[in-house]
């Protein structure tokens, strides 16, 4: 290989500025939000590694194609345009747009399940447990066991625990409406699940005559670690492999927000037209008309060109490299990662960076903190405060501390990234002097969002 460097594979055309805080500003911020990072203005955050669902950067194209999108209200040309995209990707021939991936959850999932029935997955997402859980419905998670070891290095740590799926749907006959796959998995930062994996429960699916839907939301980011890791698909297209991916299953819901490059979207797209009538009308209740659910046609529009341009192998290629760079970077500064880095989270564990906070002082949280009080980055803490709490209101460690940077497609450069990384290890540097957390203030559930906190 010629260069080293992983370049942007896009030109710049609008730009907006960094927000740039002193360490100072940033300390009376902190202060004020209670120490928790979902309680900032992102005016005041440099690097916003929150999330990278509705974060993306889009092209000129696609707000080209905002500004000639028809909004009739029935039958807009944009619709029509959406659709075929959607079918030409997917192979699906029916398509339901929806405002957002758990609106698509909700529909489905409403009206193809009963209280007292269980939905396997690979992982469940947390709006797809919700969604389910909400219905009485039992959300079952079998990922592999390597995908259950946060330091394995594995190929395919999303792939499905196939013998574990065959007994499940055996002791559990006639009580799975469908099953899913998450692809990629997010639960551990979007480890992929292989195109073997996908057809051997496809057709574990097909023997037990159960449904298989894929929570299709990174279906491009997943085709392509096929093609990069799976042995005899190197030489075959991003789209192709995407293509054969969707062939495995019954339909997807898809959260568009991802690997769709939109702010805003989703869809539901089925192969057969046996759930399509209520699904229709139950959409005109709760979305809209089925020709734009719940979405403006400029929001159609800047899917369709979105969910082609994700698939060019440029692009995936700098995807991939951009978060494996993160990673590596991290590595070398001493900050441990989970391996391998997934497609678009890099995770660092903070227990065995910050060994000397024990897990009541919340050691990511501290790290989350120090992250935005020294250089502006906003994480996200997955450890003991998002999941510590016992119903009784207890206090029991989780699995793991991490800190997870989500990272949002098109919208920082190579620069950027090592200027994190330049923090971060000033950061690792001085490790032992950073302190934990205790919790001033915390609501009966979902306490991350919320919650208070005040350094020990
Ligand atoms: C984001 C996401 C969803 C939910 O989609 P929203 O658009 O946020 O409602 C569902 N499943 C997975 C795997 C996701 O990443």
New binding site residues.
Partial sequence: MKHRTIIEPFKIKVVEPLPMRTVEERERILAEVGYNLFGLHAADVTFDFLTD??TSAMSAEQWGAMMVADESYAGSRSFYRFEQVVQRVTGYRHVIPTH????A?HLLFSLRCKPGQLVPSNNH?D??RANLEQLGVEAVDLVCAEGRDPTLDHPFKGNMDVGRLEAFLLEHRGRVPFVMM?ITN?TGGGQPVSLENLRAVSSTCKAHGIPLLL?A??FAENAWFIKVREPGQGERSARDIARDVFATADGC?V????DGLVNIG?FIALREDSWLGDLRNKLILTEGFPTYGGLAARDLEALAVGLDEVLDERYLAYREGVTRYVADGLSRCGVPTMRPPGGHAVYIDARALLPHIPAHEFPAQALAIELFRAEGIRSCEIGSVMFGRTPDGGFRPAALELVRLALPRRVYTQAHFDYVLEGIADIAARREQLRGVRITYEPPFLRHFTARFAPV
């Fill in positions: 669902s509705g957002q991936g758990r609106a959850e997402f709006t797809t998450t997010n929570d939301c990174r819901l959260s568009a927000k991802k989703g």
